[in-house]
Nanobody
Framework: QVQLVESGGGLVQAGGSLRLSCRVS????????ISWYRQSPLKQREFIAR?????TYLPSVEGRFTISRDNTKKTVYLQMNSLRPEDTGLYYC?????RGQGTQVTVSS
């Protein structure tokens, strides 16, 4: 059974940084493609970044956010720099079939 557990969210001022973590279990982590999504009242679900054989990003976060993975820890990270109020939302990680509960990110202006 695949499980994903996010952590690292919080309240930060605009321009600040956060690093989100997604701990994955129950699957072959090394070959798994993992995505980060953001959910907010205004935009509902929004793709943020994915890591598989390549890395892809939502254009508005490219250059500010970096997705990476640590295979020994079975964890995917999302380093978020230069945060903006519009980055506020519930961030969750996902495989093709399963998603985590999410971690809340709030960016104050």
């Amino acid at each position: 059974q695949v499980q994903l557990v996010e952590s690292g969210g919080g309240l930060v001022q605009a321009g600040g940084s956060l690093r989100l973590s997604c701990r994955v279990s129950g699957t072959d982590f090394k070959s798994a493609g993992i995505s980060w999504y953001r959910q907010s009242p205004l935009k509902q679900r929004e793709f943020i970044a994915r890591i598989g054989s390549t890395k892809t990003y939502l254009p508005s976060v490219e250059g500010r956010f970096t997705i990476s993975r640590d295979n020994t820890k079975k964890t995917v990270y999302l380093q978020m720099n230069s945060l903006r109020p519009e980055d506020t939302g519930l961030y969750y990680c996902s495989t093709l079939s399963t998603r985590g509960q999410g971690t809340q990110v709030t960016v104050s202006s």
